[in-house]
T-cell receptor
Framework: KQEVTQIPAALSVPEGENLVLNCSFTDSAIYNLQWFRQDPGKGLTSLLLIQSSQREQTSGRLNASLDKSSGRSTLYIAASQPGDSATYLCAVEGGGFKTIFGAGTRLFVKA | EAQVTQNPRYLITVTGKKLTVTCSQNMNHEYMSWYRQDPGLGLRQIYYSMNVEVTDKGDVPEGYKVSRKEKRNFPLILESPSPNQTSLYFC????????????FGPGTRLTVL
């Protein structure tokens, strides 16, 4: 059974710092991996999707990588800003539309 | 505008009173899914549907029913709600290919007394 783990559970950094969020999964037979952002009490906003055949995706200050063989993905945030404060979730999609989420990393960027 | 709509957004009800949470999308997506989000447990998939009349169980289907009679709608039915179904519920959709992102609705906060 697929399990998804995110480390760290929480992170507090000063503004301007570059940071890395980690996501690991136990079953490498995935279709894709998607990173989301969730603000308190709100829905999920998609950040990046990496297909199983891809190694990385970039959008602005965000870069996500995928190493399927080792069951790992990282989300790199460059030059963090207070507006980046949120919970970041990774989700792994297997066969069909079956999706498993990690518990998330709560990020706080101090001004 | 591409949208995933959920209704109601907030609901307080009592144990055993049947309820339906609706989900509608205007993107002509094949795939639709329901999740619940609980503190400490994260998001867990309840049911998903790959097309009209095709549904399958996620990780936590007990106590829930779904139907997919039209492509745009995917209602979540709680026949006899219990307090342990108090949660934040999200509907999500995506296109047929796995290269497509999942889009989430705004959520429905359900409290069962």
């Amino acid at each position: 059974k697929q399990e998804v783990t995110q480390i760290p559970a929480a992170l507090s950094v000063p503004e301007g710092e570059n940071l890395v969020l980690n996501c690991s999964f136990t079953d490498s037979a995935i279709y894709n991996l998607q990173w989301f952002r969730q603000d308190p009490g709100k829905g999920l906003t998609s950040l990046l999707l990496i297909q199983s055949s891809q190694r990385e995706q970039t959008s602005g200050r965000l870069n996500a990588s995928l190493d399927k063989s080792s069951g790992r993905s990282t989300l790199y945030i460059a030059a963090s800003q207070p507006g980046d404060s949120a919970t970041y979730l990774c989700a792994v999609e297997g066969g069909g539309f079956k999706t498993i989420f990690g518990a998330g990393t709560r990020l706080f960027v101090k001004a | 505008e591409a949208q995933v709509t959920q209704n109601p957004r907030y609901l307080i009800t009592v144990t055993g009173k049947k309820l339906t949470v609706t989900c509608s999308q205007n993107m002509n997506h094949e795939y639709m899914s329901w999740y619940r989000q609980d503190p400490g447990l994260g998001l867990r998939q309840i049911y998903y549907s790959m097309n009209v009349e095709v549904t399958d169980k996620g990780d936590v289907p007990e106590g829930y029913k779904v139907s997919r009679k039209e492509k745009r709608n995917f209602p979540l039915i709680l026949e006899s709600p219990s307090p342990n179904q108090t949660s934040l519920y999200f509907c999500a959709t995506r296109g047929a290919s796995e290269i497509n992102e999942q889009f989430f609705g705004p959520g429905t906060r359900l409290t069962v007394l």
